[in-house]
Structure formats: structure tokens, C-alpha cells
């Protein structure tokens, strides 16, 4: 009777099998865990947003006009050459500001630093300009040198006397800016600048300049390459390792034996080094020499590229390449819209516009808040029911 009863008695029901967290958080947990692009893209919509409402406002059609800058970016003869051609200094302008920024420090220095490599990379170009590629070769190496000895003396203030790196930075914009003036109508000044009027210098022959192959200009593959190499030396090496981890808190990386004052001298002459060579790459394939005028806002797009970017070098290519388009579209808008009603059509400023737009909207902390904040908690809890 025992064993009967024993073996009628019915088994425990099989308990139900959890279900992947994954499927309860869909696609709100997905948009969460990647918010810092859904960020960057929110930021580019509302920008375009804006643009649209002031190309509007002037009496042109805003999708005619933002077609327009892509079609005179890309589509024009000869003008997807021209956008890479921007874009390669804009790359290593972006990569001057990230690699600061990954130890915990703000460049803003790229505009002087782009200068002084422009100016002295184009005279030893000029200089050597006999010896074919490789005086082009030599002006660049100068360049990244001269613009590295630039970050090395912002280090040496910021460690040495404390001076914080935006306002030394800042300073040595105009400084910088000051002594390329005086360099370009004094020793370094062309004669023919001596009868026009245009501060410049000597235009550096024809086989020290930097063309293009196959359409792709040399000096966008350069910065291309050094946007890989940086990337894999923050992610793969021991020196990206210090940076990473000073940038992430000085205290314990200082405890670990990691030299800060290295570190910051380091990070701040490599990316200065960067928008040297920046300065470079354009004197030598752009102008072909170098005038005050080369700099433009070279060096502050970077902020912009850099922040676009998230600090991620690799980003920092798609992120030029989008500035570097609507630079070279804009000259063609404006031909392009004028109309009896706007005879002179959209100024080109309105890039500027949509560039400082885009900055103030990745920079502040407060879109990512208002986008995710009132619903983080909901998700966070419907993941994390299951087996916690």
C-alpha cells in the first residue's frame, strides 16, 4: 500500500523558464544602452530643424536648399574630391581636441596649432621643394613637430604652474596668430605679396605639392590612417591605457604608479602635433602656400568634430566628412538660390549656423536628460525582473 500511494502521488509542476531580459526591455532599453548616439543623432535632426525654419524665413525652400549642399558637396565635378580635400585637416583638427579630452583635458588651442604648422611646413616645403615628395614629406614632419612644441608648452604651464589649459590655449591663439602675421609680411613674405597686398608666402613648387590618387587626396588618406592609429593606440596599448585611466580619475591612476604629468604633457603635444600637421596637409594640398586666411575655422570645427565624435577617434572621420561636406556645399548654395526676391540667395553663413547649432546641442548634458531620464527607471526595472 506504501509503495502504491508513494508512486501515484502526482510530480511538482516544472517551474516556468525565465525570460531573457533583452525581450522586456525592447527597443526603449536598446535606444538606452546606445543614448549617447541617440543623443548625436536628436542633436543633427533639431539642428536641421532650425536651419530649416531660418532657410524658410528668407523665402527659399529648405529642401531645395539642403539638397542643394549635398549635390554641390558630392555630385558636382570635381567636388567629392574637394570635400575629402576639407576634410582631411578637419580630421586632425577633431583628433587634437579627443585625445586631450581622453585624458580629462580641453584643447582649445587647434586654431594656433593648425597655424603654426601651416606656416612653417609650407616654408620648409617651399625650402625643399627641389628634393620633390620628400620636401612635401619634410614640410609635414615640421609641421606635426611645430605644432607639438605648442601642446608641449601648454603641458609644461599646466603642470609645472597650474595654468589651465583653456586659457593658455586661448592666449597662445593670438599670440600664435600675431607672430604668423608678422612671419608672412616679414622674412617668409613672397614678392609678389610685396606688390598685391596679400600677406603670403612663397608658393611651393609644383613636386612638394600634395594631389590626389585616384580622386582620394594624399592628405585624407594620412589623416584617415592616423584616426586607426589613434584609435587602436587608446584601445590596445598600454600607453591608451594611461590615458583612459587618468582621464578617468586622476587619483587612482596616480596611485598606480601612472605619471600624470607625463600623460597630460603627452596627450596635449599629440594632438597639437596633429593639428600641426593638419596645418601642413592644407598649406601643402590646398593653398600651396600659406596665408593668414588658411586657418579659417579650422581649428574650432575640431571642437565641434571632437564632440560630435563622443571622443572616439574613429568618429572622428564620419563627423568631419559631415562638416567637410557642408563647407564645400555651401559656396554652390548660394548661387543656387538666387532668386528675384534674394538676389544675393543664402549666404554661406548659414553653415555656420547649423555647425554652432549642432555644438551647443552635443555639448549640453540636458538633451540626453530630457530624452532619457523619465524612462530609464522603467526599463531598468522591466530588465532586471528576471533573476535578480
Not at 202 to 209: D, K, M, R, T, V
Not at 336 to 361: F, N, R
Request: charged share 10%; hydrophobic share 50%; net charge neutral.
Amino acid at each position: 500500500m506504501s509503495e502504491t500511494s508513494t508512486a501515484a502521488q502526482p510530480s511538482p509542476p516544472a517551474e516556468p523558464e525565465p525570460r531573457e531580459p533583452r525581450a522586456r526591455g525592447g527597443l526603449l532599453a536598446y535606444l538606452i544602452g546606445h543614448q549617447s548616439g541617440v543623443t548625436i543623432v536628436v542633436a543633427l535632426l533639431i539642428s536641421l530643424a532650425i536651419g530649416w525654419v531660418i532657410i524658410w524665413s528668407q523665402g527659399v525652400n529648405a529642401p531645395y536648399a539642403y539638397e542643394t549642399l549635398v549635390r554641390e558637396a558630392l555630385f558636382v565635378d570635381g567636388s567629392f574630391t574637394r570635400t575629402l580635400q576639407k576634410t582631411a585637416p578637419l580630421v586632425l583638427t577633431g583628433l587634437a581636441v579627443v585625445l586631450p579630452l581622453r585624458v580629462g583635458l580641453f584643447n582649445i588651442g587647434g586654431q594656433g596649432q593648425f597655424a603654426t604648422g601651416a606656416i612653417f611646413g609650407a616654408w620648409v616645403a617651399y625650402a625643399t621643394g627641389g628634393s620633390g615628395f620628400l620636401g612635401a614629406l619634410l614640410g609635414m614632419v615640421v609641421g606635426l613637430v611645430c605644432g607639438a612644441v605648442v601642446g608641449i608648452l601648454v603641458g609644461i604651464l599646466k603642470t609645472w604652474r597650474g595654468v589651465h589649459e583653456v586659457i593658455s590655449t586661448i592666449m597662445l591663439n593670438y599670440i600664435v596668430a600675431g607672430v604668423t602675421f608678422w612671419l608672412v609680411v616679414g622674412p617668409l613674405q613672397a614678392e609678389s605679396s610685396k606688390t598685391s597686398g596679400i600677406p603670403q608666402t612663397e608658393e611651393i613648387p609644383e613636386a612638394a605639392q600634395l594631389g590626389a590618387v585616384g580622386g582620394v587626396p594624399i592628405g585624407f588618406a594620412i589623416a584617415v590612417v592616423l584616426a586607426v592609429a589613434c584609435w587602436w593606440m587608446l584601445s590596445r596599448t598600454t600607453l591608451g591605457f594611461k590615458f583612459n585611466t587618468v582621464g578617468a580619475n586622476k587619483s587612482a591612476a596616480g596611485y598606480a604608479g601612472i605619471s600624470i604629468s607625463m600623460i597630460t604633457v603627452l596627450s596635449l603635444a599629440l594632438g597639437a602635433g596633429l593639428a600641426g600637421l593638419g596645418g601642413a596637409l592644407e598649406a601643402e594640398g590646398t593653398l600651396h602656400r600659406f596665408e593668414p586666411a588658411i586657418v579659417g575655422t579650422l581649428g574650432f570645427d575640431g571642437i565641434t568634430i571632437a564632440l560630435l565624435a563622443r571622443a572616439n577617434p574613429l568618429a572622428t572621420i564620419p563627423a568631419a566628412f559631415l562638416v567637410g561636406m557642408l563647407r564645400t556645399g555651401a559656396a554652390g548654395l548660394q548661387f543656387a538660390t538666387q532668386t528675384p526676391a534674394l538676389p544675393s540667395g543664402i549666404t554661406p553663413e548659414i553653415v555656420d549656423v547649423l555647425l554652432a547649432t549642432i555644438l551647443l546641442m552635443v555639448s549640453i548634458p540636458v538633451l540626453g536628460k530630457w530624452l532619457f531620464r523619465s524612462r530609464a527607471d522603467k526599463v531598468s526595472v522591466a530588465s532586471t525582473s528576471w533573476g535578480n
